[in-house]
């Protein structure tokens, strides 16, 4: 005649817990989801990989440098004890030190003149130092490096080789001004 269907609750317990874990999921995923962000094609297109040799704490003044010999990379150590021993190979690439900021990127913009811009996007970051290397054949032997803040102001410029052959260090940006307004007053 009439049949009745028994379900103990014991047995749907584990199966409601399981639709409550799922949906609570699909709720999570919507809220907190990461979106990648996608650098735009031309400064992809000009950047190149760099790896990190070292980064850590230290409390000297700001400094910006390009290591492209043994002999600058060994001066560099022993002016900086806190490095490590770090395998430089000057013929293969160049190292870029930033004291008191963290590089974010490396980008390479041929010019007319043959020499190769070397644009190097550095984050403020106090009492750290950041210490990179990239490949020598992607930049050349000719290069002009400027490293720039995040509003793309010129904080230091580099040119190597200079004119003796050697790395020139520009002018940083804050001493250019202070010049400039010394020279303006006389």
Do not use: C
């Amino acid at each position: 005649m009439h049949r009745f269907l028994v379900i103990e609750a014991k047995r749907l317990l584990p199966l409601l817990f399981l639709l409550v874990l799922l949906v609570s999921l699909s709720i999570y995923d919507n809220f907190f989801r990461e979106y990648p962000v996608v650098a735009p094609e031309d400064e992809l297109k000009n950047a190149i990989a760099f790896v990190t040799a070292d980064q850590g704490e230290i409390s000297v003044p700001t400094s910006f440098e390009v290591i492209s010999s043994a002999e600058a990379w060994s001066g560099l150590e022993q002016e900086h004890a806190t490095l490590p021993d770090y395998p430089f190979n000057p013929a293969y690439e160049y190292a870029i030190s930033a004291v008191n900021g963290e590089i974010k990127s490396v980008q390479v913009f041929p010019q007319e003149d043959g020499i190769i811009q070397v644009q190097v996007k550095v984050a403020e970051q106090p009492n750290s130092y950041h210490l990179v290397t990239v490949e020598r054949e992607k930049i050349g032997e000719q290069a002009r490096w400027l490293f720039l803040d995040d509003n793309d102001r010129i904080l230091h410029e580099i040119l190597i080789p200079g004119e003796d052959g050697e790395a020139q260090n520009g002018v940083d940006s804050a001493e250019s001004s202070v010049q400039d307004g010394e020279s303006a007053g006389d």
